[in-house]
């Protein structure tokens, strides 16, 4: 036994030496997507009370794949980072690496790509004891040619013990030493935007690139001009939007000196450290809540969904597209009737009537845009089409095309001179009529979301407020796309029919159109209001047809009956209008909880494994209807959903609801549809706005 042991024994040390290195790391489980691994790290691998610790997120990207560094550039969002630790504990920000600088075009971003540490420091209380659980959850915007939210929760458990450090301290060492750092250089800028640096080695400058800390300070993508004389280096920056000499200016400077390597350098022309809002928070309890697979809003003064122009091009793309909506195509053409009136000898009419048509849909894109942005300043939730949520403007809406088919019908004339209802402003024969028939098809237009506009309006509402208006203005202009090369081809109005006896018939024929999108209102404000509210709304389209007909006998009847008659008109349309408010207070019936969304039941339905279809809908999004007849009720696409067990929750957005606006939110999304598939155990899939069932079941894994 004596031989066995001694045999045995150096053995026996060997491999108590090699513990330390087999211990678990202090590292988290991972978040891994096809675009990232992340992880949370700790510098040390047991925690003492009252120490400072540091923690990190390790971020390593797939080639091409980068988040956003503190300040995204003209595009862009930071990550947000959320702490739960022991109640007493304090944190502190991110330390950040210096950033890299992204050009896509027209757009200069800031960026971390490659293997990336954000490292942060935690002060844990004194009176820390055991082993101490400390969870962290993070949301982040990974973007290559498209960008894509993701967010993960990340856990570490570390005994109590001498906070020396861990297997990781190497990674947050080299973090360290790679981190800008701060110069005893006198830093200043002048009202041109020139930047001044004074000291030593600062006139031995070989490249220098400024990256701001703030958005708007200066113009992200403009070149800058680096001058040296004796000790001084002058670097020319264009100012920004939000410049302003009398305020401090902090960044990174990668900084080229005499013997050819490149340096991070902190500047600042302040006195104190600038305070600007963290982006790691220390979070109220021990540990996040669910999140039911979903992220939260990814908040950003200065951010918004990147890509280069893709975000415009999307939303041209969709603003075009949407002049095939089945809600914007009878508008437009009532449009087209007025054009073919004009004849093909008219050019020069036919172009003022096509611009003026044209100012009326951009122009009313840019007034929604700024409703937008009033409400997101006031921190209210809208998404694009919300204005259908409300029962009051869908009551209104009904009235109004229903006045529209009335007068293609005939039963009154606004001859070009009541502009009151919007079948007037359409009939008009001078500019204000085309351009308030603009001014209709967008109002109407906005239940129908065409495809690509989903991740355009997202880009919109998060961008900062010149980013959203020129979002706005790309799908006014892709809208008004037909209408704008009648101005610039007269060719094409050339081609048009002659005007006859057949325009009458037509223009007839149109109403019924009308009738129908009217009659479609009324029902999506019985999803909203119950019976109650659809017997409001007759009522008013009873006075409104009612005035119509007073309003037509007047016009064809003696000028003494005009009198009475327009006085009678005056009444119904204000009783009609006080009708038509009432909606608005009438209750909704409770739709039943079987398949109903809820942050809740998805994220139970997560736990418990089961695969899961999320249909996020409005009953006034003709695309969502059309989707659930031609795909999703098939039975093809219900007989998989069987097959394979996946839950069907379905969210109704017919009504302002918050948790629908949070979820559309963290993917990327402002409006409706939208379609994710959460795989058993796997991420969540975005499916197409618009589907098929072959579209549905190639997004499904296999069956059994």
Not at 107 to 136: K, N, R, Y
Not at 276 to 282: G, I, K, N, Q, W
Request: aromatic letters at 8%.
């Amino acid at each position: 036994m004596v031989h066995i042991t001694a045999f045995f024994r150096p053995l026996l040390v060997a491999l108590l030496s090699l513990l330390p290195a087999l211990a678990p790391a202090a590292e988290s489980a991972p978040s891994t997507t096809p675009r990232a691994t992340v992880s949370l790290l700790s510098a040390s691998d047991a925690l003492a009370p009252g120490q400072t610790v540091e923690l990190a997120l390790h971020f390593r990207f797939q080639p091409g794949w980068h988040i956003y560094w503190m300040n995204p550039g003209d595009a862009g969002q930071a990550p947000r980072i959320e702490v739960f630790a022991p109640a007493g504990s304090t944190v502190g920000d991110v330390r950040w690496p210096a950033p890299e600088r992204h050009v896509d075009g027209p757009i200069t971003t800031f960026v971390h790509q490659g293997d990336v540490l954000l490292p942060f420091p935690l002060t844990l209380p004194a009176s820390l004891s055991g082993t101490t659980a400390l969870s962290v959850k993070a949301s982040w915007l990974v973007c290559k040619d498209i960008c894509i939210p993701e967010e993960g929760v990340f856990r570490l458990e570390l005994p109590a013990g001498a906070a020396e450090p861990g297997s990781d301290a190497p990674l947050f060492e080299a973090a360290r030493a790679a981190a800008p750092v701060r110069t005893d250089w006198q830093v200043s800028v002048d009202a041109t935007g020139q930047l001044t640096l004074r000291g030593a080695g600062a006139g031995t400058l070989k490249a220098a690139d400024f990256f701001p800390a703030d958005w708007g300070r200066i113009e992200h993508g403009a070149a800058q001009t680096l001058t040296v004389e004796g000790d001084r280096a002058r670097i020319a920056l264009v100012p920004g939007a939000e410049f302003d000499a009398a305020k401090p200016l902090e960044g990174v400077l990668r900084a080229t000196g005499a013997d050819g390597v490149e340096r991070a350098l902190w500047l600042s022309t302040a006195d104190q450290p600038v305070v600007r809002t963290p982006v790691v928070m220390l979070a109220a309890g021990d540990a996040p809540p669910s999140s039911g697979g979903t992220a939260p809003p990814i908040q950003s003064s200065a951010a918004g969904e990147t890509g280069g122009l893709w975000p415009l091009l999307f939303a041209f793309a969709g603003g075009l597209l949407l002049n095939l909506m089945p809600c914007v195509f009878p508008v437009l053409a009532i449009k087209a009737l007025s054009f073919a009136r004009a004849g093909g000898g008219e050019a020069a009419r036919v172009r003022r009537h096509s611009l003026a048509y044209c100012a009326g849909v951009v122009l009313s894109f840019v007034a929604l845009a700024g409703l937008l942005l009033a409400l997101r300043a006031a921190g209210s939730q809208a998404g694009w089409g919300f204005q259908f949520q409300s029962p009051v403007f869908v009551a209104a809406m009904a009235t109004l095309l229903f006045a529209i088919g009335l007068n293609l019908s005939g039963v009154f004339d606004v001859g070009g001179r009541l502009a009151s209802a919007g079948s007037g402003l359409a009939e008009r024969g001078g500019l204000a009529g085309s351009f308030f028939t603009g001014v209709l098809a967008v109002v109407v237009a906005t239940p129908c979301t065409a495809p690509f506009m989903g991740g355009a309006i997202a880009a919109a509402l998060s961008a900062p407020a010149v980013v959203t208006v020129g979002i706005f203005v790309a799908l006014g202009l892709g809208m008004a796309l037909p209408y704008l090369l009648l101005a610039f081809f007269p060719a094409l109005a050339r081609r048009m029919p002659k005007p006859g006896a057949w325009m009458e018939r037509l223009k007839q024929a149109l109403a019924f159109p009308m009738y129908g999108a009217a009659a479609w209102l009324v029902w999506v404000l019985s999803q909203q209001s119950g019976a109650d509210g659809v017997l409001h709304v007759l009522v008013a389209l009873l006075l409104v047809a009612l005035a119509a007909w007073l309003a037509g006998s007047a016009q064809r009847g003696a000028p003494r009956a005009c009198l009475w008659r327009a006085a009678a008109v005056l009444a119904l349309v204000i009783a009609a209008l006080a009708v038509g408010r009432t909606p608005a207070a009438q209750p909704v019936a409770a739709a039943s909880a079987e398949g109903a969304y809820s942050p809740q039941r998805l994220a139970d339905l997560r736990a418990s494994g089961k695969p899961v279809f999320v249909n996020m809908t409005a009953a006034w999004c003709v695309t969502c209807l059309m989707n659930e007849k031609v795909a999703l009720s098939t039975a093809e696409v219900q007989a998989a959903f069987a097959a394979r067990g996946i839950v069907y929750l379905k969210g109704d957005w017919t009504r302002a609801d918050p948790d629908i606006t949070a979820f559309l939110q963290s993917h990327g999304r402002d409006g409706v549809p939208l379609y994710v598939y959460y795989p058993a155990g796997g991420q969540p899939v975005l499916l197409p706005q618009i589907l098929t069932p072959g579209v549905v079941l190639a997004h499904l894994e296999p069956g059994p």
